[in-house]
């Protein structure tokens, strides 16, 4: 009996369609062609780096490692068949493709080794790509650039930390319908579950775990503890009929796309590091903020964008001199290149002051200006200075304060306030789906 591993990539589309979708459908066909297979562990779902231009909805890549006694030859034409079968559906020319990876272990080993073991981290930071060429005689592979995606998720390192998302798929004929959910039933049901997260915002009272799109997912529960997941949704009141539901393993929430600052910024790179604020903020049409950092010896912008509602709102209050910590990608657009702030860390603040006229010293009523460059006067009795009073002002940002995103505008891998000191241990679990035998 042959140990493979299995990852595809990019068989979703604005159009419709979902690369977990399409997984999960892989796997039933697997099991249904071939009775001596035997899945290991969860499945996984892995994003890759947010910033790639060229990203598909999400930026999701799949994997799973399987035993089996069938040739991997045959395993992959089941495989092929399936994912081209959902690309040909839902393609919108684009120039996208999906990739599909099917590797012995062997196989694996050799092609892990031949890439580097800094390949998945590679996934999640940088842009890369990479010569199929190369690496088609160490694996049976299809596909272009999905081909990365798919072997990132093959060579996911999850050992450090990991999370959990139970994902509820539609049937067919409720694609591209609006989803509807309770909302008073959700917010009750997340607080009931303490290992599960960013399930609605707040502040909004918006909910978080429907996609707007038109894919087959009708819901995704993020959490630590699989087993609070399952709970989780029972106890969700949905009035539609769900065709079955699928725990994967992630990378969701983790921080793993994080590096540290270099000495030269690269675009679409995630990074967090130590800055200090070189201008006050300048506010932009549409409520959103810029900032001037000094890094490392270097300037360059900082965007704070509207729909981070308390972030933005935070970063307002930030002024020339303060020092702060910050986590965000490496962007470009009609801003210029900056750095897109996902969440700050408020490290040290200078006193702020205003700058008011001076109080009379025989009226004792506050002094008037006197005209550009002319200091103040006393209406009552004239008496001038050119000295002006400054009087401190109560900042509203504290020491020691983290400001995230709103909910809703949070990454997928952004590690949420909840799960600060949180680092789950990998451990082996079998493979969880509501009803495999009738997807």
Known sequence: MGLYHLGIDSTDSPKGG????????????????????????????IRLNPNIPHRTRGNAALSVSFSSDSDQAKLFEIVKEIVLRDFEEYSVDDGKFPGIVILSDNEFKLLKSDLGADFYNSTLQHLIKIDNSRISDLATIYGKEGIVGALGSIMADLENDYTHELLAYRKKAKFNTIRKIDIDNLIEVADN????????????????????GPDPIFLGIRGDDPRELIDFYDNLEIEEKLDYWMIFISNQGTNQHV???????????????????????????????KLELQINGYFIDCMVFEPTKQLRNAARELIEGDRIY????????????????????????????????????????????AGKLSGYKCKKCSQRSYKSIREKIDRKLIVGQRVYASHSAQRHLTRPLIRLNTRNELINEKLIISDFSNI
């Not at 979708?21 to 499945?43: A, C, M, N, S």
């Not at 490290?347 to 004792?364: A, G, I, S, T, Y």
């Open 193 to 212: 579950h303490s290992s599960s997260f960013s399930s609605y915002d707040p502040v909004s009272k918006r909910e978080l775990i429907c996609p707007s």
């Open 18 to 45: 979902c690369t977990t979708w399409t997984f999960v459908r892989v796997l039933q066909k697997l099991y249904q062609e071939d009775h001596t297979i035997t899945f290991h562990g969860y499945p996984r779902l």
């Open 326 to 369: 910050i986590h965000g990608a490496i962007s470009s657009n009609e801003f210029g290149e900056y750095i897109s702030l996902e969440y700050m860390y408020i490290v040290d603040q200078l006193d702020k002051f205003n700058k008011l006229p001076p109080v009379c010293e025989n009226c004792n009523d506050r002094m008037t200006s």
């Open 259 to 289: 590096m540290k600052m270099q000495s030269k910024i690269k675009l679409n790179s995630v990074v967090s590091t130590m800055a200090t604020v070189s201008k006050d903020p300048v506010e932009f049409r549409g409520g959103h903020v």
